[in-house]
T-cell receptor, first 115, second 114 residues
Framework: DGGITQSPKYLFRKEGQNVTLSCEQN?????MYWYRQDPGQGLRLIYY???????QKGDIAEGYSVSREKKESFPLTVTSAQKNPTAFYLC??????????????FGPGTRLTVL | QKEVEQNSGPLSVPEGAIASLNCTYS??????FFWYRQYSGKSPELIMS????GDKEDGRFTAQLNKASQYVSLLIRDSQPSDSATYLC??????????????FGTGTRLQVTL
């Protein structure tokens, strides 16, 4: 089955810790994205990658970092510099970035809580 | 002004009725429009895409787009309790020289009552 997997499903972080969220896709999609969802707010874009070894900041990149060493994988690190990291983190992918027919599909999400 | 606006609801409709969900957007050059369904605690699921003015039907779902009015809607016919969820409107804008941007509304919560 083709799809997007995220792990872990739930993650607890202590103050001052860095944590890494995993995102893997086997859809052969070129583009991948990380969003954050907070109650009462729309999804906000953290980072995106159009191709391997390339990524760009989204609207709220401060306190986050990513890598794209493989087409299938786009891990997100939440650093201690992120002041309010408790949120639902969603990874998405799409065939490409440049087409208007660019449907994005989401993984199941990781719920991060800061203790 | 929010880029994509939706009424947060809840929108309550009886089982078997038509649910009408609305979305307005501010960027006139937006080109693609999507509806996602999100159950509580779950991730968004793409249910409809629409790219040109008019109606697009898929089963019980109909998406309607009016670019002149900057308005997109989703109709759900014969609403079922399983349709109870939050519906997210998303708008894609292609930018010359930079990456395209998908902007989400905050969602409308739909409740289908027995």
């Amino acid at each position: 089955d083709g799809g997007i997997t995220q792990s872990p499903k739930y993650l607890f972080r202590k103050e001052g810790q860095n944590v890494t969220l995993s995102c893997e896709q086997n859809l052969n999609h070129d583009a991948m994205y990380w969003y954050r969802q907070d109650p009462g707010q729309g999804l906000r874009l953290i980072y995106y990658s159009q191709i391997v070894n390339d990524f760009q900041k989204g609207d709220i990149a401060e306190g986050y970092s990513v890598s794209r060493e493989k087409k299938e994988s786009f891990p997100l690190t939440v650093t201690s510099a992120q002041k309010n990291p408790t949120a639902f983190y969603l990874c998405a992918s799409s065939k490409g970035q440049g087409s208007s027919y660019n449907e994005q599909f989401f993984g199941p999400g990781t719920r991060l809580t800061v203790l | 002004q929010k880029e994509v606006e939706q009424n947060s609801g809840p929108l309550s409709v009886p089982e078997g009725a038509i649910a009408s969900l609305n979305c307005t957007y501010s960027d006139r050059v937006s080109q693609s429009f999507f509806w996602y369904r999100q159950y509580s605690g779950k991730s968004p699921e793409l249910i409809m895409s629409i790219y040109s003015n008019g109606d697009k039907e898929d089963g019980r779902f109909t998406a309607q787009l009016n670019k002149a009015s900057q308005y997109v809607s989703l109709l759900i016919r014969d609403s079922q309790p399983s349709d109870s969820a939050t519906y997210l409107c998303a708008v894609l804008t292609l930018n010359t020289g930079t990456a395209s941007k998908l902007t989400f509304g905050t969602g409308t919560r739909l409740q289908v009552t027995l």
